[in-house]
């Protein structure tokens, strides 16, 4: 595949706001930090439609996060089953992160923390999310967008791999060039649009396994669907 040029980009870029526009809504609801992180859990690799939905299950079913805490993970990933991918491993993750928290804090509020960290940098508040043994550069990514205001990119798997395909990025191993190239191409303004609009994208079109890309409103500028456009029409042309 063809790494897209700068201004191919740019293009791309475009063109998904444009064709997936009616998907894109607002920034997610204000939370509490503790909040936007376990909300991270359920949306890593999952719609926002789906993020919202087994969020407000787990809210729902148990009184507080301290009851979420001490439940087991099998009533936590049967909240979330049927909802999100791999429910017990998130159950247990989620629950890990709350112990976590209740051992280091004796609550389950990070905002006062955040707030003193912020000061200091946002740097400084990412290694201090970073810690958590629940953490991951999406979770951390997810809350510093969301919370803290950053001009950062919760990027998933299922994101990773449609950028990939788009020719937006290259390199999956450099995080912070990934990032820094992103920031080029979506304003700060629009990273939470982005975001969305590329899950809704790898869920609707660009799967694991077989892309759609027949179906895709980005085919026409996608050097992944452009080279799928090629394979159809050789593969029309041979000889019967």
Not at 12 to 19: E, S, T
Not at 75 to 100: K, M, N, Y
Not at 185 to 202: E, H, N, W, Y
Request: glycine share 6%; with cysteine.
């Amino acid at each position: 595949m063809t790494m897209a040029t700068t201004v191919n980009k740019q293009k791309i870029v475009n063109q998904l706001f444009a064709a997936l526009g009616k998907h894109a809504r607002g920034k997610p609801g204000d939370r509490p930090v503790l909040e936007q992180f376990i909300y991270a859990m359920v949306r890593e690799n999952a719609t926002r439609d789906a993020g919202d939905q087994a969020f407000k299950s787990l809210q729902e079913r148990f009184f507080d996060w301290n009851e979420v805490r001490v439940s087991s993970t099998l009533e936590i990933a049967e909240t979330l089953d049927g909802i999100l991918s791999h429910p017990e491993t998130r159950a247990q993750r989620i629950v890990d992160f709350l112990q976590e928290i209740f051992e280091t804090t004796y609550s389950f509020d990070l905002d006062p923390l955040l707030e003193v960290l912020q000061k200091k940098g946002l740097k400084q508040a990412s290694k201090q999310l970073s810690r958590y043994q629940a953490a991951n550069e999406y979770a951390v990514a997810w809350v510093m967008q969301n919370s803290l205001g950053g001009h950062s990119f919760p990027l998933d798997g299922d994101a990773l791999r449609v950028l990939k395909r788009m020719g937006l990025i290259e390199d999956q191993s450099d995080s912070e060039a990934l990032h820094a190239a992103l920031e080029h191409q979506v304003p700060k303004t629009k990273g939470s649009q982005f975001v969305d609009l590329i899950s809704v994208l790898a869920d609707a079109h660009c799967h694991e396994g077989e892309p759609a890309c027949r179906e895709c409103p980005l085919r026409t500028v996608c050097p992944t669907g452009q080279e799928s456009k090629s394979v159809l029409s050789a593969t029309s042309k041979k000889p019967r």
